[in-house]
Nanobody, 116 residues
């Protein structure tokens, strides 16, 4: 079965960095685009970053452009989200997502808290 497992969240001060990882299993990872979403308390879930199956194209929500970088290692079945210059408004639960045969699959999420 499809599994997505995130790691790497935590608490950091404004201006700090974190790298999130999402390790996939149960499907041919190298054939699918991947996405990172986040959801802050009281807010709707937001698409943060997207990467094509081969890593050749990426896209970001405007609020993280220039600060976040999505990447993937198909040999390790893992997608990453490098987050730099973190701001308090980046505080959220971050989840990775795969769409396979028109069905959404989600990890359990990892909490990122940015606070002084």
């Amino acid at each position: 079965q499809v599994q997505l497992v995130e790691s790497g969240g935590g608490s950091v001060q404004p201006g700090g960095s974190l790298r999130l990882s999402c390790t996939a299993s149960g499907f041919t990872f190298s054939k699918y685009a991947m996405r990172w979403y986040r959801q802050a308390p009281g807010k709707e879930r937001e698409l943060v970053a997207f990467i094509t199956f081969d890593g050749g194209h990426t896209n970001y929500v405007d609020s993280v452009k220039g600060r976040f970088t999505i990447s993937r290692d198909n040999g390790k079945n893992t997608v990453y989200l490098q987050m730099n210059s973190l701001k308090p408004e980046d505080t959220a639960v971050y989840c990775c997502n795969a769409v396979i045969s028109s069905k959404d699959y989600w990890g359990q999420g990892t909490q990122v808290t940015v606070s002084s």
